[in-house]
């Protein structure tokens, strides 16, 4: 087996965002994150409270055209059903709308029995319909809860991509002294990427037309694939570079752990599901005519060795991952791959 330079290395820094036990490749180094030292964990609130228009009205950051809005409709029907109460939604298409409707009405404590989708492509108009019941069963009877729901959703279908989120800003004397340029380089890319379907379009559009070589007007499932992936290593690259700058803030002690062997298995889906945007991912490639299943397909295991050791070594990396520890993982970088 012919070898190179011990350069592939894996990485349990608690990259911000993402989930505990994530490993993810980037640029064909099997990296596992852990949770970020800046993350929070969502509240449960009850549906109809302040605080819950307070913390789901903000997801829309900006308005439609006074035309758009006008559109917008939001009804709620007790009579229709025996058992249910129905949601009638109507207003301009957008991607993502169905997403971020089912997302809404999950964080309003609402169950989903039942919907009627229907879209009028020629005048870019939905009318849709909900069956649900709140989440301990019953329907939404009060007039309070009433009201929540039809101004959370009437801003939902008035809005349009969410805000961004805005990334940490470290003391760290980064090359540049002069604190002006400082500021500038910092408010260059002050948010992460956004994760609505709308943004994950344009990213994988971009990696096809721009890192591909590609026209966007014809790629195929692998091309596909591979926008897919840039597009998510750029939002893993910001996570990782805020990472290591928190660590050398922070100067702890690290971890390096040294094998032959690392079994991570494939990533575009483990990194799909760990940083909580496969809906997201799934339905912008099916508006581009693409399934996730097939494009998850075309990417090969990397298959650094062939059996328990390096499946080990790669619980050993998700372990210290999810205890938050800042680890490293050293292996070697084989010419083929797979042991023969």
């Not at 608690?14 to 994150?33: C, E, F, K, Q």
């Not at 989903?112 to 989708?117: D, E, I, L, M, R």
């Not at 390096?256 to 490639?285: H, P, V, W």
């Amino acid at each position: 087996m012919k070898s190179l330079t011990h350069k592939t290395c894996a990485a349990t820094a608690p990259l911000h965002g993402l989930r505990p036990g994530t490993h993810v490749i980037l640029h064909g180094r099997p990296v596992s994150a852990s949770r970020s030292p800046c993350s929070r964990l969502p509240q449960r609130v009850l549906p109809g409270s302040r605080r819950e228009q307070d913390r789901l009205i903000p997801r829309v950051a900006e308005a439609q055209s006074p035309a758009e809005a006008a559109d917008v409709s939001v009804s709620i029907d007790n009579k229709e059903d025996a058992d249910y109460s129905v949601l009638y939604l109507s207003g301009a298409n957008r991607p993502g709308l169905l997403t971020a409707l089912s997302a809404a009405l999950r964080d309003l404590s609402l169950e989903v029995s039942k919907a009627v989708v229907e879209t009028d492509a020629q005048n870019n108009k939905v009318a849709d319909k909900f069956y649900v019941t709140k989440r301990g069963g019953g329907k939404v009877t009060s007039d309070e809860e009433v009201a929540n729901i039809k101004r959370v959703l009437e801003v939902l279908l008035k809005g349009r991509a969410g805000p961004a989120t805005p990334r940490p800003k470290f003391t760290t004397q980064s090359i540049q002294q002069d604190e002006n340029k400082r500021e500038l380089l910092y408010t260059l890319m002050d948010t992460y990427r956004k994760n609505d379907v709308l943004s994950v379009q344009e990213s994988i559009v971009n990696h096809v037309e721009y890192t591909l070589a590609r026209t966007r007007h014809q790629f195929d499932d692998f091309e596909c694939y591979q926008a897919a992936a840039y597009s998510l290593r750029d939002r893993l690259i910001e996570m990782w570079n805020d990472t290591q700058t928190y660590f050398k803030e922070q100067d702890p002690k690290r971890v390096y752990y040294l094998s032959m062997e690392f079994l991570m298995g494939r990533s575009l889906l483990n990194t799909l599901y760990n940083l909580g945007i496969k809906d997201q991912y799934a339905e912008a490639l099916t508006e581009l005519g693409y399934e996730l299943e097939t494009i998850a397909e075309q990417e090969r295991d990397a298959a650094l060795g062939n059996g328990g050791l390096g499946r080990l070594a790669a619980c050993f990396l998700d372990s210290m991952a999810t205890l938050n520890l800042p680890a490293w993982g050293y292996g070697i970088r084989y010419s083929y791959g797979m042991f023969r």
